[in-house]
């Protein structure tokens, strides 16, 4: 069974920095498109960073520079690294995945219904 769970989530103060992680079972991340993807409150799901393989991450412009995703092929994991939070930036957030090939991957990776596996969440707060 295909599994995503989240961690990392909690309170910050506006301006701090939080680290979440993704541990992945039941595929082997290297062969997929991992991203992160975050909902405020009352909305719709967003994508915030897509981990191409090979390829550079892609970022949603409310985070670019800011935000980080990375990899880990050995630990099967994937990371968002937060940086200079913002208390707009309060959501769930999740990590979600892909199978390869994605043809045309850059235009469609930010919708949300384009993703077949999903975490749970983690519920990251940042307070002003």
């Known amino acids: 069974q295909v599994q995503l769970v989240e961690s990392g989530g909690g309170s910050v103060q506006a301006g701090g920095s939080a680290r979440l992680s993704c541990a992945a079972s039941g595929i082997t991340i290297s062969n997929y498109h991992m991203a992160w993807f975050r909902q405020i409150a009352g909305q719709g799901r967003e994508g915030v960073a897509l981990?191409?393989?090979?390829?550079?991450?892609i970022y949603a412009d409310s985070v670019k520079g800011r935000f980080t995703a990375s990899r880990d092929n050995a630990n099967n994991t994937v990371s968002l690294q937060m940086n200079s939070l913002k208390p707009e930036d309060t959501a769930m957030y999740y990590c979600?995945?892909?199978?390869?090939?994605?043809?045309?991957?850059?235009?469609?990776?930010?919708?949300?219904?384009?993703?077949?596996?999903w975490g749970q969440g983690t519920q990251v707060t940042v307070s002003s």
């Open positions: 981990i191409v393989p090979g390829d550079a991450p």
């Open positions: 979600v995945a892909h199978s390869r090939p994605w043809p045309l991957y850059y235009i469609f990776w930010s919708r949300e219904r384009e993703w077949y596996y």
